[in-house]
């Protein structure tokens, strides 16, 4: 048994000294070490860029939510204006062709005055012209709905009886 042991002893030495290098194994020690320390590093850093990525994302979803509220709001200002612009474009096609109408009319108006100044020029300058007669009661000029109506007295034209005009009266 003490054989036994001592060939144990030996085939443990044996396998122990047909290992890897302690420097070798050591170096591969510490590549290890300094690769989970730059796993950790790695991992932190992505953990930072992670929030601040989600903290720039939730900014910008804000910005986003209220960009969308201004804009709707803006499309309501923007329907509004159109429904206005609607309202007053057939309220000036209104107006417009109410105004062609009015100077339609104007126009007429103001050939109708024309041509009623003519007249009223016309009517006292036979006034004038019968003035004298006027004064003498032998005839009398009135205007009745537009119209000059001259009365004349019964023997101003004719005399009694006869069918020829005066001399007198020719002149007229």
């Not at 204006?81 to 474009?89: H, I, R, Y």
């Not at 032998?138 to 537009?146: D, M, P």
């Amino acid at each position: 048994m003490k054989r036994l042991m001592k060939l144990w002893l030996v085939g443990a030495l044996v396998l122990a000294s047909c290992g890897i290098p302690e420097e070798q194994h050591n170096k591969v020690v510490q590549d290890l070490e300094n690769m989970k320390q730059e796993l950790a590093a790695t991992q932190q850093a992505k953990t930072d860029s992670e929030t601040e990525l989600n903290a720039k994302i939730d900014e910008l979803e804000a910005k986003i939510a209220a960009l969308e509220a201004e804009k709707a709001d803006l499309e309501g200002q923007l329907n509004n204006a159109n429904a206005e612009l609607s309202m007053f474009q057939s309220k000036t096609g209104g107006l417009e062709k109410a105004l062609a109408a009015t100077k339609v009319e104007l126009d007429e108006l103001r050939k109708a005055k024309v041509l009623q100044e003519k007249r009223l020029a016309e009517y006292r300058k036979l006034t004038e012209q019968l003035a004298s007669m006027v004064k003498t009661g032998k005839l009398q000029v009135k205007v009745r709905n537009g119209n000059m109506v001259i009365q004349l007295a019964n023997n101003i034209l004719f005399d009694t009886g006869k069918t020829d005009v005066k001399r007198t009266a020719k002149r007229l």
